[in-house]
């Protein structure tokens, strides 16, 4: 057996610890598009909250938890419990989302834009005391660079699985029950994540062990942040991911609005995201792949390119025309696979290359700016496109009827604004530099200098 096939097989985890880490991933996934889809035209269209009131709820509370980021970053990787540093804040974020979720997804009207604000501060507060955590804690759980697609490839898996289950769940109550609308979806989705929650991480901290030879971080938040904007690959990659997911936050802000007012279908938004979402799960393990025979960032710039070649599209559907969306979703869907997939695994390389420069273990650190990232473009992304259709005078008022211009102002919207933003992360991430033989020569390098490490604390021994 070779050397490489020696080193990936003695970092490869048991499925059954990828599975049960991989768990907590599905109340995740679960929250992260009805909180941006449902819940603005909820509050929106159904509760009476203005467009543009909503939008500016999204960006304040998403900025003002950014904040917050680096911090519980910094925090987490400063932690020394006997439980480890990971599991206690996930633990501990469990109460403040359940609440929050409670209130935001089953509010009593009437409600007002301050209501949503406040609730959903708490809410992204209890999200990054939770996620940031939890994804670094994936970089800790192996150091191979193809055992970490996996280990990520079962989280995304686990979490599209539930994402698939909250969509498919509100379908059968609208075919067998009658129940459908916004309001509807919210509720179940709600109910959803209220059990997911306790259930996923209790058994995520209970059955997947923490490392215990993680380098102690003893450096300055502020002098950490500064290295961390030397890391080029890092750099490139947030970039590109900033660019994809305002592309995804733009479109999931639309989707709806796009269903009920050009396609005319009240109820049909749950099972398009069901197609695409159950599309996704399956093109996972494809993706993951893919990567291993391309390269990780080359197999993500083909998934990015996907979306601007098929999205177009869009703009010859109509009234009537719900089920001829699903193809397109389907294909964007599968496409998708790769996002929750291939930039997570790549931005545990680049923390390599810090561990390298610093000598420290700061994941949560490189974490706290990613999840930073990812909130700016996902407050970035509704505001812009509910801005937009704000401006264009789009009525989202349910029974209002806009005109010709206004509707194809909404297919514009909708349809092209969000491969633009795809386009510009594959720019960034053409010919990045983090490859596989790159990676390899790194981690020989953290090897060589844990060994010398782990001699220097050995005891002497006098004969």
């Known amino acids: 057996m070779a050397e490489s096939d020696t080193q990936e097989n003695s970092q490869r985890l048991p499925n059954r610890t990828k599975f049960f880490y991989g768990l907590t991933d599905m109340p995740i996934q679960v929250a992260s598009l009805p909180v941006s889809a449902f819940i603005p035209n909820y509050y929106g269209a159904d509760l009476g909250v203005s467009l543009a009131a909503v939008g500016t709820v999204w960006l304040f509370a998403r900025l003002f938890d950014a904040v917050l980021d680096p911090l519980i970053g910094y925090a987490s990787d400063r932690t020394e419990t006997r439980w480890g540093r990971r599991r206690v804040w996930m633990v501990a974020a469990v109460p403040i989302l359940m609440l929050s979720v409670y209130m935001i997804f089953f509010p009593a009207p009437p409600v007002t834009a301050a209501y949503l604000l406040f609730w959903m501060v708490i809410f992204w507060l209890g999200w990054t005391m939770l996620f940031i955590p939890y994804y670094a804690w994936a970089a800790e759980l192996s150091a191979d660079y193809h055992e970490r697609s996996s280990i990520v490839g079962w989280r995304a898996g686990l979490g599209l699985a539930a994402s698939v289950l ?75 991911f900033f660019f994809q997911f305002t592309g995804i936050a733009f479109a999931t802000a639309t989707i709806v609005f796009y269903i009920r007012g050009v396609l005319q279908e009240e109820e049909g938004s749950i099972i398009m995201l069901l197609v695409y979402f159950t599309a996704s799960l399956c093109g996972v393990p494809f993706w993951v ?58 931005k545990a390389d680049v923390i390599d290359l810090d561990t390298m420069r610093t000598g420290e273990d700061r994941a949560a650190l490189f974490f706290a700016a990613w999840s930073f990232t990812l909130k700016i473009a996902l407050s970035v992304g509704p505001w812009l496109s509910l801005s937009a259709l704000a401006l264009i005078g789009f009525d989202a008022t349910p029974g209002a009827v806009n005109t010709p211009a206004q509707l194809l102002g909404l297919k514009m919207v909708f349809a092209l604004s969000p491969p633009v933003f795809f386009i510009i992360a594959a720019l960034f991430t053409f010919n990045y530099p983090v490859t596989e033989e790159r990676h390899a020569r790194m981690r020989g390098a953290l090897e060589r200098r844990r060994a010398r490490r782990s001699e220097r604390l050995q005891p002497s021994v006098d004969i």
Not at 173 to 183: E, H, M, R, V, Y
Not at 317 to 327: A, K, Q, S, T, V
Request: glycine residues 10%.
């Open 166 to 240: 909250s969509k498919l769940i509100p379908v059968l109550a609208l075919i067998f029950f009658g129940l459908g609308g916004t309001p509807a979806v919210v509720a179940i989705i709600g109910i959803i994540m209220l059990v997911l929650l306790p259930v996923c991480v209790g058994l995520t901290v209970w059955q997947v062990p923490e490392r215990t030879d993680a380098q102690p971080v003893s450096m300055p938040i502020l002098k950490g942040m500064r290295i961390m904007m030397t890391n080029g690959p890092f750099k490139r990659l947030v970039i590109a």
């Open 289 to 346: 792949w893919l990567s291993k025979q391309w390269g990780k960032h080359k197999a993500w710039i083909a998934s990015l390119m996907v979306y601007p070649a098929f999205s177009p599209l869009y703009l010859l559907l109509g009234p009537g025309d719900f089920y001829w969306m699903l193809p397109i979703a389907a294909i964007t869907g599968f496409a998708g696979g790769s996002f929750s997939t291939l930039p997570h695994s790549m």
